[in-house]
């Protein structure tokens, strides 16, 4: 049986799968540095967000926590980022069924999310900054709070760039069911990112306003 003969005998899902490297685990090996990747960055955000908690009352000058927290307006950027990871669950499924240019569509959504999230945290800032005189060298709560969300925003901005290049392949056509672990790998990501910012919602937020 000729080369070219056999490879076509061979089954949609094994000629999908048969470039694709997994570790002894039977994940893919990109899948796994994610994975890995997403553990460190949990670790250096919960250092991020233990010493936010330790600190947030220590500043001999304000502004102070309970001073500026806005929760309406954050609850809004909050939801919209929310809805971003529905749309990235979505742009996944239509990767695992071939459907390149609703993957493109979905992904086209989650960076618009991406991007309305972005717009409300950088008014924020400047809402901080010229209304409450809070900046990252103000006191230490001013400096552990620019750190810590300015660290999530460039998570977030890192992201909208990756699935920015896949929307494109998509588009394209050249993202094709083959490649749908490279969506999912990206959706992971952008789910860690929205996991985190719920976490910091909470802490920064939600805790502030309910005076703990």
Do not use: C
Not at 10 to 26: F, I, K, V
Not at 44 to 56: D, G, Q, S
Not at 58 to 67: A, I, K, L, Y
């Amino acid at each position: 049986m000729s080369h070219s003969s056999h490879a076509a005998s061979m089954p949609a899902g094994a000629a999908a799968h048969g470039h694709e490297h997994h570790t002894s685990l039977g994940i893919p090996n990109h899948k796994l540095a994610t994975w890995l990747f997403i553990a460190s960055e949990s670790m250096f955000f919960a250092a991020l967000i233990t010493t936010y908690m330790v600190f947030r009352y220590r500043s001999v000058v304000g502004p102070h926590p309970d001073e500026v927290v806005n929760i309406p307006l954050t609850t809004v950027s909050t939801f919209i980022l929310l809805m971003s990871s529905l749309t990235m669950a979505l742009g996944v499924s239509a990767a695992q069924r071939g459907e390149s240019k609703a993957v493109g569509r979905f992904l086209l959504f989650t960076i618009l999310g991406g991007i309305g999230f972005l717009v409300i945290q950088f008014y924020e800032w400047w809402h901080l900054a010229h209304h409450y005189g809070l900046t990252w060298n103000t006191n230490i709560f001013g400096s552990i709070f620019y750190i810590l969300t300015g660290f999530h925003k460039a998570h977030v901005i890192f992201g909208m760039i990756w699935l920015a290049v896949l929307a494109v392949s998509a588009f394209r056509g050249t993202l094709r069911r083959e490649h749908a672990v490279h969506v999912d790998v990206a959706g992971l990501y952008w789910h860690f990112v929205d996991v985190v910012w719920i976490v910091i919602f909470t802490v920064v937020f939600l805790l502030t306003e309910a005076g703990v």
